[in-house]
């Protein structure tokens, strides 16, 4: 996916709120877009997303699978919480027991099962934002945008939210987030992209810890590729802990033996202690086998 | 696609929307019935009230989701998708109140020959005589339902926002499409009105109905389009 010199404004005689943004979003990568407020990030995403069109230049090779989860969901329609997921799988083209299936799995991950049967308009501003976001994972989005959506929630919906974010990108989506929390998903972001007041986004690199047989050159103006994990002193100080469910005993050998893979410990669900360098490559590698899900990423110490 | 016009069928039915609009037309037509004195005036004047009432069934269509659903309905299948099955929900729901209008018609209305006989039976096999009557009442019902989706489609969100504006130019819009000569609505009842006659066949013409499919394309296209560039900032909308 392409940006390609993306302007937005709201009118004619509106001035640009966004301007000449061209960038690679390639997949795979997670972003992080900051800016003070009222710099347009809200606006930046919902073009890229495509919840509005773009007033100069065009968004190129947008996945077909758009997942898109605004800062606020004002819970003003007529259906309960599971009604109104099981139109929007519909909607992402999930019909029948595919739908069904998928909308039980994210309210069961964000911990929302227990009121989705209620109506919209009586669930609280948290619960409303679990099915927000909700709505946009049903499909495994190809692009998955996050405009504050931590806003509100809870600390283990927090949690599933930031480990089903991380999960988009380790499995070939493209992921780009706004908060107000700078620590959200430390030391995962590919590239922050900085909004100045002007409209202009400058692409930094990200906080995330270099990994091999990555491309890391999306910016056209080209940023120093980071340096080999080996020599980064940072990399391997900090240890993230990765709780897995699904994980059957015969598969603990070839877990343990990951690179970067401490400690595997627990019974139900396993808890691994992973070297922050290497932990997006595990990630991909297990969400790759039959069964496993994520159940949450943290700090090492968190649990 | 199917899965737009369900959504925006099923927002329709559980936010009570359609009462409104069921109520008023069914009042109009009533009230209508009560001073015509054939079958043609009947469904004539049943077509007309139908503008007025699809105008705003069209709005309580475009109002009814909140901009954060919106926005994530856009994001999943597309702006210009969302936009149309709003409006195909609008005016499939109009569709049913005109059908519902003609059947009111044609079992209620003074049959359209001299024939003294009651009871539905023998209504329906006098008209059988007359299908100009039933055909001309259908078309110009096909006419004012298309005016009246085009009417709500451009006085109304995204292309007019402010709700006391939409409103008031609704109705306006509404009364003059049906009062006046170059709405295709107002010609096709002009032109059934002139040439009324207790039993005669008065086909409107084919030009009403290709003005208003023209109409219909045209004003469905700058909502569309308005909508791919709507300001979703703004919350003002409703």
């Known amino acids: 996916m392409r940006l390609e010199t993306v302007g937005k404004r709201y009118g004619v005689r509106q001035p640009w709120v966004v301007r000449d943004v061209s960038a690679d979003l390639p997949a795979g990568r997670l972003i992080r877009v900051e800016g003070r407020n009222g710099s347009g990030k809200s606006t930046l995403l919902r073009v890229i997303a495509g919840v509005t069109a773009a007033s100069a230049g065009r968004v190129c090779g947008r996945p077909a699978r758009t997942g898109y989860v605004p800062e606020r969901f004002p819970g003003g329609l007529p259906f309960s919480g599971r009604e109104y997921l099981v139109h929007m799988a519909r909607v992402h083209g999930l019909r029948g027991a595919a739908g069904t299936g998928a909308v039980d799995e994210w309210l069961d991950r964000l911990g929302a099962a227990g009121y989705a049967d209620q109506p919209l308009r009586s669930l609280s501003k948290g619960m409303c934002q679990k099915i927000a976001i909700s709505q946009a994972l049903l499909p495994r989005p190809g692009l998955l945008v996050l405009d504050e959506a931590w806003t509100g929630l809870d600390q283990a919906a927090r949690g599933a939210l930031d480990a089903a974010a991380m999960e988009r990108a380790a499995t070939g989506g493209t992921v780009l987030f706004v908060d107000h929390d700078a620590a959200r998903l430390a030391g995962h972001a590919d590239e922050r992209w900085r909004l100045g007041g002007d409209g202009h986004v400058t692409v930094l690199p990200g906080d995330n810890a270099p990994r091999p047989g990555r491309p890391t050159a999306g910016d056209p103006a080209g940023y120093p590729t980071a340096d080999d994990p080996a020599d980064d002193p940072a990399a391997g100080r900090t240890v993230v802990t990765i709780e897995l469910a699904g994980v059957e005993d015969g598969s603990l050998s070839s877990l343990a033996t990951l690179p970067g893979v401490l400690a595997c410990t627990g019974t139900g669900n396993r808890v691994v202690r992973v070297a922050a360098s290497h932990s997006d490559d595990v990630l991909r590698e297990v969400l790759a086998w039959d069964g496993v899900r994520v159940v949450s990423v943290g700090p090492a110490g968190d649990r | ?238």
């Open chain 2, 1 to 238: 696609m199917t899965a737009l016009l369900r959504y925006q069928a099923a927002i329709l039915l559980r936010s009570h929307r359609w009462i409104f609009p069921l109520i008023a037309y069914g009042l109009l037509i009533s009230v209508g019935a009560a001073g015509s004195s054939s079958l043609a005036e009947t469904l004539d004047w049943s077509a007309a009230m139908l503008v007025p009432v699809v105008a705003f069934l069209t709005r309580a269509m475009l109002t009814a989701e909140p901009d954060a659903a919106r926005a994530c309905v856009a994001a999943a299948a597309g702006t210009v998708k969302a936009q149309l099955a709003t409006l195909l929900v609008a005016l499939g729901g109009g569709a049913l109140l005109g059908i519902a209008g003609i059947c009111f018609g044609l079992l209620t209305a003074e049959p359209p020959t001299t024939a003294t006989a009651a009871g539905a039976t023998s209504k329906l096999a006098a008209l059988a005589g007359h299908p100009g009557i039933v055909v001309a009442g259908l078309l110009t019902t096909l006419v004012c339902l298309f005016v009246g989706s085009a009417v709500g489609a451009l006085f109304n969100p995204p292309l007019l926002r402010h709700p006391g504006a939409a409103m008031l130019a609704t109705l306006a819009a509404a009364v003059f499409g049906l009062a006046s000569d170059v709405s295709p609505a107002g010609a096709a009842l002009r032109f059934t009105s002139q040439t009324a006659s207790p039993v005669a066949a008065h086909w409107p013409g084919s030009f009403p109905l290709a003005a208003a499919v023209c109409l219909l394309a045209v004003t469905w296209a700058a909502s569309t389009y308005a909508a791919t560039r709507r300001d979703t900032r703004s919350r003002a909308e409703g």
